[in-house]
């Protein structure tokens, strides 16, 4: 199915290490996006990338990074994951960053000990 | 600035009766407004959207908001609930590029 895939679903990190979440989508779309979503605070934008070759930051940029690696693979790493980054994260798409609604993946299920 | 804010941060209703979730919303120009809902460990789905056309809009599943300027609101309706709809739904405004999210509304169904 078209769409957006986001992988792993589930990881469990220690403090201190790294791990990259990985989504990629097969739309053809210009934008992506990562949010990460914590109870009682709706989703909240970490960074974006417009076009391949372009990346921002959004609300929440602090403890990460992206690589837009081409047009269809988005990347999230965690340098150094601390507890404050138990979340759950959502990968997101759209043809172009203008008011159009957002295609999201599954999410990945975060959990820093 | 563009914010949203939801009401209520949960909302219980019966199989068949109506569902009314509350949205309000600021915004300093004619805003893009959307509802996207979310089921248990589900990715998020758009319900609908408004975007400066028909006041009155219809989405999926039996769906729909009516967005209303001189309230400033963007409330969503159902007229009879199903069991199904039971979920967490995320009134959202578009501000230049970025979505801002509401806080949700976990919304329960009982039979």
């Known amino acids: 199915n078209a769409g957006v895939t986001q992988t792993p679903k589930f990881q469990v990190l220690k403090t201190g290490q790294s791990m990259t979440l990985q989504c990629a989508q097969d739309?053809?779309?210009?934008?992506m996006y990562w949010y990460r979503q914590d109870p009682g605070m709706g989703l909240r934008l970490i960074y974006y990338s417009a076009s391949e070759g372009t990346t921002d930051k959004g609300e929440v940029p602090n403890g990460y990074n992206v690589s837009r690696l081409n047009k269809r693979e988005f990347s999230l790493r965690l340098e150094s994951a601390a507890p404050s980054q138990t979340s759950v994260y959502f990968c997101a798409t759209t043809q172009t960053d203008t008011i159009r609604s957002r295609t999201f993946g599954s999410g990945t299920r975060l959990t820093v000990v | 600035a563009q914010s949203v804010t939801q009401l209520d941060s949960h909302v219980s209703v019966s199989e068949g009766t109506p569902v009314l979730l509350r949205c309000n919303y600021s915004s300093s120009y004619s805003p893009s407004l959307f509802w996207y809902v979310q089921h248990p460990n589900k990715g998020l789905q758009l319900l609908l959207k408004?975007?400066?056309?028909?006041?009155l809009v219809k989405g999926i599943n039996g769906f729909e908001a009516e967005f209303k300027k001189s309230e400033t609101s963007f409330h969503l309706t159902k007229p009879s609930a199903h069991m199904s709809d039971a979920a967490e739904y995320f009134c959202v405004v578009v501000a230049g590029t970025a979505l801002i999210f509401g806080k949700g509304t976990t919304l329960s169904v009982s039979s």
């Open positions: 408004y975007t400066s056309a028909a006041t």
């Open positions: 739309m053809n779309h210009n934008s």
